[in-house]
């Protein structure tokens, strides 16, 4: 009666299944032209898990992406982590603040302590559907007073302009806070630039692809065949013990 439905294709099974986990770990962390770093694309999967977090009551989510943005971003040498806040209207109707619970599992990962530093200004509108022009000048924030010298790790779910964590990082800084830090768990496309390919075969074999071929659509999720086959082939998987005179040829 009370199955479990997996966050980025709503199959009965984990929280994420493995077909979504082999995914994640095939897209590429975005490059973003801001000051804001983010681990994932918001596109296919990462996106239902996102949009899972935030609109549908996901809330484990928020550990796996955590985990994702410690291995993807590394972000070091902080004293603490805090959040962009959502408004108080959208955080009452949910029951509780996505970006809180993203920012609190990201200091657990990293063994540094989570505080609450910002806080909506009066009347500041909600992001969610508004025009690029309008996102850009609408968020507002009010930060706490601290002392100079601490390195502040700033969270929040996905980055579309970089409006509101521009905002936010501003508020810290006149608060007192010298170095603050901008992580996403994911940016959508208008946000960022493709990073382009360390692989010239690589490259090539995409530009020789055929148009609507796999190798020119992004993958969205694979098949069970290549999910079976990420697993075989996994580093873990695939050592081998090795006989004497395979080592004496070697040598």
């Known amino acids: 009666m009370f199955a479990t439905r997996c966050a980025g294709c709503n199959q009965p099974g ?3 299944c493995h077909r979504c986990r082999f995914s994640l770990a095939a897209s590429r962390p975005p490059h973003s032209d801001s000051e804001v770093v983010a681990a994932l694309p918001f596109d296919g999967v990462a996106r239902q898990l996102v949009l899972g977090l935030k609109y549908r009551n996901r809330r484990g989510v928020a550990r796996l992406l955590a985990r ?5 971003v590394r972000p ?4 603490l982590v805090t959040w962009a806040p959502t408004s108080a209207t959208r955080a009452r109707r949910r029951g509780y603040d996505q970006a809180e619970l993203l920012a609190r599992a990201l200091g657990r990962e990293l063994g540094v302590p989570c505080r609450r530093l910002l806080y909506r200004a009066h009347g500041a509108a909600p992001q969610t559907g508004l025009a690029r022009a309008d996102r850009l000048g609408n968020p507002a924030f009010r930060a706490r007073t601290a002392r100079r010298g601490l390195r502040v790790l700033l969270v929040d779910d996905v980055v579309t302009t970089g409006g509101t ?4 990082a501003a508020a810290l800084r006149d608060a007192g806070f010298d170095d603050v830090v901008c992580i996403a768990a994911a940016a959508t496309p208008s946000a960022t630039r493709p ?3 360390a692989n ?11 148009v609507g071929s796999s190798s020119t659509s992004t993958p969205r999720m694979p098949t069970d ?11 873990r998987k695939a050592v081998r013990s090795a006989d004497a005179p395979s080592l004496l040829r070697a040598s």
Do not use: C, E, K, N
């Not at 065949?225 to 697993?231: G, N, P, W």
């Open 76 to 79: 070091t040498a902080v004293d």
């Open 200 to 210: 010239p075969a690589q490259a090539r074999t995409t530009a020789m692809a055929s």
């Open 225 to 235: 065949s290549a999910a079976a086959t990420f697993d075989g082939t996994s580093s």
């Open 195 to 197: 990073v382009q390919s």
């Open 165 to 168: 964590l521009a905002a936010a």
């Open 68 to 72: 994702l943005i410690v291995r993807r």
């Open 14 to 16: 984990d929280l994420v």
